[in-house]
């Protein structure tokens, strides 16, 4: 039978990131190792965070943190902010170690965020948005920022600590150690999350969960799934094998 279920939103795929705007359905709890940046733009909706429940209108939720949302009516924009993105880092010195924080979301902010009309209008409207609620970026350890970058660059089927302590030039017990204190997660769950983000900008309609965990780098489909129910509570197809999203390939719409 043919799905008739109208368009809810549109998923915004870049290979680092990915934003969703529209109406979403309601998730159960999950941790992203990135910060979720949630935005109703004509309403509230319900959070829960380390299960304590609110309504809240704009929140920012830190990094590998358990959360789930109800969005009920409300029109979204779920953005994942990375660990290392100065974007996240604008907002990490507000919440000062807590797990969630309210944010304020002016009127015209989310009439501005509502209307954007592509990739770029959109990232740029966020990053206005951020620029204007959050602080300057707190810093990142440049020797954490290097291995952050050597990981998305070469993404590897399994994490060697031993060699990237080498390479940032400190022993591997304080490697991992200052990762997880700069970033607030560890060194294996963002090689995880860099890989299903991967996954997500380059599944296509028809494309098996075998060959995706292959081109993502995942050791097999069942670690691909795994991970993907950990860290978001749903495959990637859930968002861009029903056709109830519009699917924006941010970078190849430059």
Known sequence: ??????????????????????????????????????????????????????????AVVAPDVSQALNPGQTTMLVAQLDPDSDAWRRLAGSLAGRASMDLPLAEDQAWELAHSADCRAL????????????????P???????????????????????????RAGISASRLTHLFREQTGVTLRRFLLYLKITRAMARWQPGMTLSTLAAEAGFYDQPHLVRTARDMFDALPSAYIGTGHFHICRCNEAG
């Open 140 to 166: 990142l350890d440049p020797r954490i920022a290097a291995i952050c970058h050597y990981l998305r660059e070469t993404l590897p089927e399994r994490l060697d600590a031993a060699a990237l302590a080498e």
């Open 1 to 58: 039978m043919t799905d008739t279920s109208p368009l809810r939103g549109t998923l915004y795929l870049w290979n680092d990131r990915w934003m969703l705007l529209g109406h979403l359905p309601a998730n159960r709890a999950h941790r992203h190792v990135s910060a979720s940046l949630l935005l109703g733009l004509d309403g509230t909706f319900e959070l829960d965070v380390e299960g304590a429940r609110r309504q809240t209108r704009a």
């Open 123 to 138: 990232a740029t409207n966020l990053a206005r948005f951020l620029a204007a609620t959050g602080g300057p970026p707190l």
